[in-house]
């Protein structure tokens, strides 16, 4: 039996992509968690002098659910916003303990679409006049940026492949 000779080029070009990909798994999942403590609107009527972030959605968003008396129980809905963040961190831990492996990189897809459908819808309800949050939401302020910006790397990210997966 005989071994087979891998040239050192091939090693450090496939052992480099897996670590970038890595550390842009990472950067995309602190982009998303900062921009999730950054203003994503800023106030309008009454709420001028006040920013809104991510956070911050959520947090009101408990306390008119769980003051109204119509929820039994609280609602679930605050935890939409929380499962961005806490997820993109779960994604950033697991690339960085199980590398740029095929289920990272699926997760890193999954974690970043949902970012970035939050951040559209998000936006599509504070933009509408259909609902009544453009009475208390302004224009969209860069944290929401951010935050989108960090989940489209999560996916890009995870689409991406390098040589190692495609076989060569």
Known sequence: MTARAI??????????????????????AALVVAGFFLPWFQGDGVFALRTFSGFGLARDLHTLTSSMETVMGGSLSPLL????????????????????????????????????????????????????ATRLLGAPSWGLGVTAFGAAVMVAVGLWRGERDDGA
């Open 7 to 28: 040239p050192i080029a091939q090693v450090v070009t496939t052992r480099g992509r897996s670590i970038a990909a890595v550390w842009l798994i990472v950067g995309g």
């Open 81 to 132: 916003f929380y499962v961005a963040p806490a997820g993109a961190v779960g994604v950033a831990l697991y690339a960085v303990l199980a590398g740029a492996s095929a289920v990272s990189r699926l997760f890193s897809v999954t974690v970043g679409l949902y970012g970035l459908a939050l951040a559209a819808a998000v936006l599509v309800v504070a933009m509408t006049p259909v609902t009544d």
